[in-house]
C-alpha cells in the first residue's frame, strides 16, 4: 500500500471527486416514495442540458455495452444493415454485438489512427440505392486509439447522400469533456455512460434519443424488454424508472450535473483540449509518436502514445504502477502491448496532469524505453501560456 492518492490515469472510469463521493454517501431511498421523484425528474431533465437535446433521455442501470444494445434493439429489426466504422476496439465491439443480435453491419475497415472520414461514409451511402442501410454508427471518441471523429461532418454527409439512415453515436468517452450537440447535429441516438466525462463510478449508460429514433422504435422488430424505451416512459414522466435505479448512482448523477454547469459546459471542453495539447507536446518532447496521425482528429480525452521499436508497453505500465502508483489505460486487441494510453479527463486539473506526465516520464526513463527528457517542462511551458497570455492582455 503506498502513501498518497493512487493516479488512476487510465481513459475511463475516471476519478471521482469527492464532492460526488458525498452526494452518492446518503440514504437509500424509496424508490417509489415521493420524494425520489424530484431526483428523477432533475437527472432526467438535466442530461438533455449535457446532451444539449430538447428530446429525450433514457438512463439505464447499466454499463456502457447496455446502452449500445439499447440503441440497436429499440430501432433496427432482424437482418437490417447497418454501416459501421472500424475506428478502434470500441467500434469494433459495437459491430460485434450487432452482428450478436442479428443485424447484418457493413464495416468500414481503417488502421485505427483517426476517427471515421465522412467522404467514406458518403461514399457508401451513395451506392446505397435501395437504402438498405438503416443507420450509421460510429463513436465519437474512440478510446482505444485517442482519435475523435467529426460528428457533425457525418451528419453532413448523410445529407449531401440523400440518405435516410438514423445517425447512432457513442459518446460513451467524450460526452462531458468533448463539444457535442446532439440535437444541432442531427444524431438520432446517442449513446452514453456514467464514468468518464460525468465524473461518476460505472453503473449508469444513457440513450439520449430524436423523434425520428422514437418513430423508428414504432416499427423495430427486435425483441427487446429490459431495454425498450416504451417501457421508461411512463414512470419517466413522472421521474420514477419501471424497475429499481440506481439510486444512489442518481444522487451523484445530480451533483454532477450541478458541477459541469457550475464550470460552464465550454470552460469544460476548453480544460480537456488545453490537456489534450500538453500532453501531446510532452510526448513529442519525449521523441514518442501519438496513434492518431490525424492532427485535428487528436483526443481531448486520453493520448494513446506507441512504444519504439523492441519495446513493451504493458512493461512499461506495470514499472510505472509499481514505482509510481499510477495506473495508465492499456493497448487493446490489435495494439496490445504496442501503446499506452494516458488519461486526462474527468475531475482534472494542470497539476494533476503534470503529476501524470511527471510519472510517465520517470517510468520510461525507468523501464530503459530510449526517449528524451524534458516533456513535463515542456507541457508546464503550454499549461502556463494561459497565465502569460492574460498578463500580456492586462
Ligand atoms: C467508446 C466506448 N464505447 C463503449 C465502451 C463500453 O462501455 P462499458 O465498458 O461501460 O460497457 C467503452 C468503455 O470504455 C468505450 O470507451
Known sequence: MSAGRHFLQIPGPSNVPDRILRAMDYPTMDHRGPAFADVGRKVLDGMKSIFKTESRVVIYPSSGTGAWEAALVNTLSPGDT????????????????AEKL??????ISSDWRSGADPQAIESRLLEDKTHEIKAVCVVHNETSTGAVTPVDKVRKAIDAAGHPALLMVDTISSLASVDYRHDEWGVDVTVSGSQKGLMLPPGLSFNAISEKAIRAEETAGLKRSYWSWKEMEGPNEKG??????????LYGLSEAIDMLHEEGLDNVFARHKRH????????????????CKVPEHRSPVLTA??????HSADNFRSVALQHYDMSLGNGLSKVADRVFRIGHLGDFNDLMLCG???GVEMGLRDAGVPCTQGGVQAAMDVL?????SAKAAA
Open 82 to 97: 447497418v454501416l459501421m466504422y472500424e475506428t478502434g476496439h470500441f467500434a469494433t465491439l459495437w459491430k460485434a454485438l
Open 384 to 388: 502556463g501560456g494561459k497565465f502569460r
Open 276 to 291: 489534450g495539447e500538453a500532453t501531446r507536446t510532452a510526448v513529442q518532447t519525449w521523441g514518442l509518436e501519438v496513434l
Open 356 to 358: 501524470t506526465l511527471s
Open 305 to 310: 502514445v506507441m512504444m519504439p521499436e523492441g
Open 240 to 249: 420514477y424508472f419501471p424497475y429499481t435505479p440506481a439510486t444512489n448512482l
Open 102 to 107: 442479428g443485424l447484418n453491419p457493413v464495416f
